[in-house]
């Protein structure tokens, strides 16, 4: 938690940058709020500060409707903290504890369902279904203010089995009612759109070039402004364009898909193939440790994601030992062959569908062709089939493969694609003694950094 007097300072002066890190509670008004909230600003005296907006809720304020805390950039309080934690947040993300128990959730960590509730009580200060359940009404407060879904689908969207549930839920959670929220909200646009919030500074024109290399015809369009693409998610299928609005640290995000039951696992997967959550700032910090000359730290990179670890894993397989550009070409061929339509576009081939095929479109060896097949099955068989470290018992597939398929595919933020060609050549022209262990566990970042010096 920052200390008080460094959020004062940064409540006052209504610093972006600060977006997220933390939250200022008016004890006079019950009402908790971004650091940049447009409201008359509160004496000191009145003011409390939170490192989240859970803790503040937790402690009995309700969220602001004119700053929305629900948009606030993620707060980076419990992030780096410990592994085990920020795996189990990305999992109730996804909708975990919807469905399954805290055991589950539990086993699928590798710890016990005692451990981590002692992890939540202690970094959180709650529950980890009290957690979940105050993440469900924060998104549910985002599509009532910004979307003209009806309340039911609202309800749906954000996890809730019925309205009756959702209603009490919000109301107690959130101190507000549905119909509160909706009332004062913003004129709804026709189509499901989203403004998605990050904490500058963030280099769109990096983001852009880097997708842009790599866009797949049917399947990804990009221009100077936006990047979008066709997914499937637990079997239900859609697109998302994001359009970055540099002055207000933002995307607006259009999202179409089949059910909206599944609308905030496919939301926070938006957000991490943007990159929208980490504290660049904190990253960037760490890096004047590898390099003596911090003139070479390009400010504001963010990992470029891809929609899942199987689609990453794909295309690194067809991207070994080729240029990016012949990579993309093979891709684009697979698609086109494989993909199924969805309206104009394409959506990426399903791991039956790969495995099934002899591949002759492709001019590749048969030994890759296998390995993609491989790959697929192993997907097919598999009720975990993201492990990293089954991965490497598929033959075709080396560390490499599995390392760009995690940093792309799940966005790991520590990953140092050292046998990387081009990462070779980035370290080989820097004029001093270079160890990325100290960059550790932002390496991911630094495999950007070294790219983009190419």
Not at 72 to 96: F, H, Q, Y
Not at 337 to 366: C, D, M, Q, R, V
Request: glycine residues 6%; hydrophobic residues 35%; contains cysteine.
């Amino acid at each position: 938690m920052l200390s008080p007097q460094i959020c004062q300072k940064a409540r006052l002066s209504r610093d972006a940058r600060f977006d997220g890190k933390f939250f200022t509670a008016v004890k006079t008004t019950g009402i908790y709020c971004r650091s940049i909230c447009p409201a008359t600003t509160p004496r000191e005296e009145n003011v409390l500060y939170f490192p989240s907006a859970v803790e503040a809720a937790n402690a009995g304020y309700r969220p602001c409707l004119r700053c929305r805390p629900d948009s606030a950039p993620g707060s980076p309080a419990w992030k780096g903290v410990n592994s085990t934690l920020d795996r189990a947040i990305r999992l109730i993300s996804e909708g975990v504890l919807q469905e399954n128990s805290l055991l589950t959730l539990a086993e699928r960590l590798g710890v016990s369902d005692r451990y981590l509730r002692q992890l939540f009580k202690k970094h959180l200060g709650l529950s980890a279904k009290a957690y979940a359940l105050y993440q469900q009404c924060l998104f549910a407060k985002q599509l009532l203010h910004q979307t003209k879904l009806p309340v039911t689908q609202v309800a749906l969207a954000s996890g809730f089995n019925s309205v009756r549930r959702f209603n009490d839920c919000f109301q107690s959670q959130l101190s507000l009612t549905p119909s509160q929220v909706r009332k004062q909200g913003e004129e709804k646009s026709k189509s499901l759109q989203l403004q998605l919030f990050y904490r500058p500074p963030y280099d769109w024109s990096c983001m852009r070039n880097f997708f842009m290399a790599r866009a797949i015809s049917k399947l990804e369009w990009c221009d100077e402004r936006s990047y979008g693409r066709t997914f499937t998610w637990q079997g239900c299928a859609g697109s998302f364009t994001a359009t970055h609005v540099e002055r207000e640290n933002r995307f607006d995000v259009a999202i179409e898909c089949d059910d909206v039951t599944y609308l905030k696992a496919i939301v926070n997967n938006i957000r991490r193939i943007l990159d929208l959550d980490v504290d660049i700032q904190a990253v960037e910090q760490d890096f004047q440790q590898c390099f003596t000359d911090v003139s070479l730290i390009k400010t504001g990179l963010r990992l470029p994601g891809t929609w899942d670890m199987f689609e990453a894993g794909i295309r690194a397989i067809l991207g070994q030992q080729i240029s990016v550009v012949s990579a993309r070409n093979l891709v684009t061929i697979l698609v086109a062959e494989l993909g199924k339509p969805h309206g104009n576009n394409k959506l990426f081939p399903s791991p039956l569908s790969i495995e099934k095929s002899e591949f002759k479109f492709l001019k590749i060896p048969a030994s890759r062709k296998q390995t993609l097949r491989n790959l697929a099955q192993h997907y097919i068989s598999n009720d975990r089939p993201d492990d990293p470290k089954a991965w490497l018992t598929l033959k075709g597939v080396g560390p490499w493969t599995v390392d760009y398929a995690q940093l792309r595919g799940l966005s790991e933020p520590d990953i140092y694609l050292g046998g990387d060609l081009g990462i070779t050549k980035a370290v080989g022209k820097l004029t001093h003694d270079f160890n990325p262990d100290l960059a550790s566990p932002w390496r991911s970042y630094l495999t950007l950094q070294l790219w983009n010096q190419l």
